[in-house]
Nanobody, 121 residues
Framework: QVQLMESGGGSVQPGGSLRLSCAVS?????LGWFRQAPGAEREGVAS????????YYKDSVKGRFTISHDTTKNTLYLQMNNLKPDDTAMYYC?????????????????WGQGTQVTVSS
């Protein structure tokens, strides 16, 4: 059983930054960040394959968001810079116990409760 707990959401102005954290417990393989805006489907933002492979990113966040995993703290991070109003959503971390490690919601079986990110002037 994998358990996930997000933190670090909040309200920021456009151009600002936030770092989301996700405490991870239990055996897992891939880790990812997803988001869901009101009235929209949940979508993959970034995912990380174990062993140092290059992460996957949604095109619209490339160059602005960075996913990282501190295995000593069992914590997954999402550093978000140059935030835009379109980034406003509930953000979730997710895990699975085997490949693939893409951005599809169906690839992940364990989910956190989410943390809200609001970008507004």
């Amino acid at each position: 059983q994998v358990q996930l707990m997000e933190s670090g959401g909040g309200s920021v102005q456009p151009g600002g930054s936030l770092r989301l954290s996700c405490a991870v417990s239990g055996n897992h393989y891939c880790l990812g960040w997803f988001r869901q805006a009101p009235g929209a489907e949940r979508e993959g933002v970034a995912s990380k394959h174990p062993g140092g492979a290059i992460p996957y990113y949604k095109d619209s966040v490339k160059g602005r968001f960075t996913i990282s995993h501190d295995t000593t703290k069992n914590t997954l991070y999402l550093q978000m810079n140059n935030l835009k109003p379109d980034d406003t959503a509930m953000y979730y971390c997710a895990a699975n116990t085997g490949p693939p490690c893409g951005l599809g919601t169906g690839e992940y079986h364990y989910w956190g409760q989410g943390t809200q990110v609001t970008v507004s002037s």
